[in-house]
């Protein structure tokens, strides 16, 4: 097993521990110079002399997105202006954007982060990878290209779309690992049988690192097998990450057993999101971040609203940082159809454990006289049969998944939309 910084990823977790609550309290004393900080803590009764032990982080109040939002665009900044040298962002299509400044050492902290997270998943220096992340406002493609390099990798830094390109330059440089939202890779494999290029035969591609959207299980057993990972001995590694803690921060090791966040850098906290009490190792609750080590713009305790369980037990791969072992749904990507929540990642989950159903789907929301329903629209494998009682006995599957109902529509081969970054599965076409 490979490591960047041993001494570091193994550290003893009561050491971790320790290390967390002293970089907390620094980081509140230099949030509280920040005009809105220092009235959210006012307001909560805290003093940074309040921080004694690992119970005080509890009194520290939660930041949320729309606080980010109703602080744009240099509000949350606590670090000096001067020393801001890089900014990025979300991309503001559902509101106000969301950003994140950076000083040189958070580039640099982000840099070590990601390319610990490489080295875990397998990533080795004569490797020669496509990085197929956007470059732009989005944190991934920038996240990727430096942590690739720290670790030592040969990187081609292509960012995403020109897929025929893509596949020549991995015949051209016997590329071995990809980069890229799992739906981009799901789309170069199709394109590649379209193609006739045999991905285990013609192309030498090991790992896979993807992320910034969700993935389901049966979505990434099926990259694995299309794209050859797992048949020259590697796999999909699946990465999580978000804006407001800098980008990408954690990924699968080379067991594939939860995605390791680095605690010396990130605090992890899981809550009930009612309670707010903490819930049990493993037990689903909600991601609570705070990043210790940035600079410019620090966030302590932000509500991620995303739902996991996390494992804060030592990986089989010997690293003692805690893991996201199981990833149930985003808030961001929920959508509420007559008073049902319903996440994307569900409606994924169902559909590809069919084997005539291809990877190309939407879920489409209506509003019809003032009763909301949703279909799903998708393609099917080429050449599979899919007649009218395989979509009933789907209809059902799906609603006794979803607990309500949601109808089926076949596509034709090739109809629905595909995507280079991050897809697009929800039409709501509620007014």
């Known amino acids: 097993m490979a490591y960047l910084e041993e001494q570091l990823e193994t550290m003893p977790q009561e050491q971790l521990v320790e290390l967390q609550l002293e970089k907390f309290k620094k980081q509140v004393r230099h949030l509280c110079q920040n005009e809105f900080y220092r009235r959210r803590c006012m307001e909560a009764g805290l003093s940074p002399d309040d921080l004694k032990d690992r119970e005080d982080i509890k009194k520290v109040p939660f930041t949320f997105k729309k606080d980010l939002r109703d602080n744009y665009p240099k509000g949350l900044i606590s670090g000096n202006w001067d020393d801001v040298v890089r900014i990025h962002m979300t991309s503001g299509t559902t509101g106000v954007p969301t950003i994140l400044a950076y000083s040189k050492n958070d580039i640099e902290t982000w ?29 991934g493609g920038f996240g990727f290209h430096y942590g690739l390099e720290r670790a030592g990798a040969k990187v081609i830094p292509t960012g995403s779309g ?16 990809f980069t890229g939202t799992p739906s981009y890779a799901a ?24 992320g910034g959207e969700p993935c389901s299980d049966g979505l990434r057993k099926r990259i694995n097998e299309r794209l050859g990972y797992r048949a020259h001995g590697g796999g999909m590694r699946v990465c999580y990450g978000l804006t407001e803690m800098g980008g990408p921060m954690s990924m ?8 390791h966040i680095w605690a010396d850098h990130y605090l992890v906290e899981a809550i009930d999101p009612v309670t707010l009490n903490y819930v049990k190792p493993e037990e ?11 600079e410019a713009m620090p966030i302590l305790r932000y509500r991620t609203g995303d739902r996991v369980t996390v494992s804060f037990a030592t990986c089989p791969c010997g690293r003692t940082h805690p893991r996201i072992t199981s990833f149930l749904g985003r808030v961001d990507d929920m959508i509420l159809v007559s008073g049902t929540n319903v996440f994307p990642s569900q409606v994924e989950y169902v559909l590809l454990k069919h084997p005539e159903l291809s990877e190309n789907w939407q879920l489409v929301v209506s509003d019809k006289r003032g009763l909301h329903s949703i279909k799903v629209e998708i393609e099917p494998v ?25 109808s089926v529509e076949i596509k034709a081969v090739g109809s629905l939309p595909r995507f280079e970054g991050k897809a697009v599965r929800v039409l709501d076409q509620r007014q």
Request: aromatic content about 8%; proline content about 2%.
């Open 111 to 139: 840099t070590r982060c990601m390319a610990r997270n490489f080295v875990a998943g397998g990533l080795r220096r004569d490797d020669v990878v496509q990085q197929a992340h956007g470059y732009g406002l989005f944190t």
């Open 162 to 177: 020109g897929t025929e390109r893509q596949l020549r330059l991995m015949q051209e440089w016997g590329t071995t690992v």
């Open 187 to 210: 789309y170069i494999a199709e394109i590649a049988m379209e193609k006739g290029i045999d991905p285990i035969k013609d192309l030498k591609l090991r790992l896979g690192f993807h």
């Open 252 to 259: 699968d090791c080379e067991y594939e057993c939860g995605q």
């Open 284 to 294: 689903a609750g909600e991601l609570v971040l705070s990043n210790l080590s940035f």
């Open 382 to 406: 080429p050449g599979s049969r899919v007649d009218e009682d395989f979509v009933s006995r789907l209809e059902k599957e799906l609603h006794d998944y979803l607990e309500i109902k949601c």
